[in-house]
């Protein structure tokens, strides 16, 4: 089952189209839900109506990977006694659980009765490096999440809590 850990909306457009510029500082804000519009993207999101057709109107990112990229790169960047970066630096609106994200590529899918089409992987650039901090792009080379279409209209919501076993 997928799991949705976190959801984000941003209403303008940090690094995509800015190649050669300075990266720009619209924020990206977790909310408990989007709304998902069919063939036009997440209301309130800098891709809501980008274009007819767009392949990009959502994107997955998973958060086993985000474990992963912490874990990896947390000793030679990061000070062990500071916070890692969020799952929202990746810029991706839906953090996933539970699924290999490039499995959907081309397929279409259901995550809580909303029909979407995986077009294709959303291909880490060198902007990650900034974002996430250095050694991000290459570790993110064919997992950097995926792109879909909408298919349906409805609600995605953060999944609650996953139980925790006593083992």
């Known amino acids: 089952m997928i ?3 976190h959801l984000y909306l941003s209403p303008g457009h940090n690094y995509f189209g ?6 720009d500082e619209h924020p990206i804000v977790e909310v408990p839900e989007v709304e998902c519009v069919a063939g036009r993207g997440l209301r309130g999101d800098r891709f809501f109506d980008f274009k007819p057709d767009y392949k990009g109107q959502i994107t997955f990112f998973a958060a086993e990977v ?5 874990a990896t790169l947390r000793e030679p960047l990061f000070d062990s006694d500071l916070p890692l970066p969020s799952p929202a630096a990746y810029r991706r609106n839906v953090i996933t659980r539970g699924v290999d994200l490039n499995s959907l ?15 294709g992987e959303c291909s ?3 902007w990650m490096n900034t974002a996430f901090g250095p050694g991000a792009e290459a570790a993110l080379k064919g997992r950097g999440g995926l792109r879909a279409k909408i298919l349906s209209d409805g609600a995605l919501r953060v999944s609650p809590p996953a139980p925790v076993s006593d083992a």
């Open 66 to 70: 985000h474990d992963d990229l912490c």
């Open 3 to 5: 799991r949705i850990e």
């Open 124 to 126: 880490p650039c060198y």
């Open 105 to 119: 590529i081309g397929v279409e899918f259901t995550v809580q009765n909303i029909r979407f089409l995986g077009t």
């Open 18 to 23: 800015h190649h050669g510029r300075a990266a």
